[in-house]
């Protein structure tokens, strides 16, 4: 997992779900489907802190990652909420992004 989606892509993401412009929107949405399709298993079995014996830093930067990942898209899921019952194509790919984070909390 890059360390760009934590600390540029997804805020960035975030702001563009505030913008009036549909296109921008849609193109967030397409962007945020395919991260959380491709990534969401990952995030969540590091969400909990690694219980090994013993330093592992890289599971421990994995899980740092992983925490920060997750805060961000919590942050496009309340920005999604306030906006989902928009009419339209948009509110069908809503829709689909709240089943796709519906599965990230399971």
Same mark, same amino acid.
């Given at each position: 997992?890059?360390?760009?989606?934590?600390?540029? /892509?997804? #805020?960035?993401?975030? $702001?563009? /779900?505030?913008?009036?412009? /549909?296109?921008?929107?849609?193109?967030?949405?397409?962007?945020?489907?395919?991260?959380?399709?491709?990534?969401?298993?990952?995030?969540?079995?590091?969400?909990? #802190? #690694?219980?090994? $014996?013993?330093?592992?830093?890289?599971?421990?930067?994995?899980?740092?990652?992983?925490?920060?990942?997750?805060?961000?898209?919590?942050?496009?899921?309340?920005?999604?909420?306030?906006?989902?019952?928009?009419?339209?194509?948009?509110?069908?790919? /809503?829709?689909?992004?709240?089943?796709?984070?519906?599965?990230?909390?399971?």
């Amino acid at each position: 997992m890059s360390r760009t989606l934590d600390n540029g /892509f997804l #805020p960035g993401l975030f $702001l563009i /779900f505030y913008l009036d412009n /549909f296109s921008h929107v849609m193109v967030a949405c397409s962007s945020l489907k395919l991260i959380l399709k491709t990534y969401s298993t990952l995030i969540r079995q590091n969400l909990a #802190p #690694p219980a090994r $014996l013993g330093v592992d830093i890289s599971g421990e930067e994995r899980h740092r990652r992983c925490v920060n990942i997750y805060k961000h898209i919590q942050d496009i899921r309340h920005c999604i909420d306030s906006k989902k019952y928009q009419r339209g194509k948009l509110e069908n790919t /809503f829709r689909e992004i709240q089943l796709l984070l519906n599965h990230l909390d399971t």
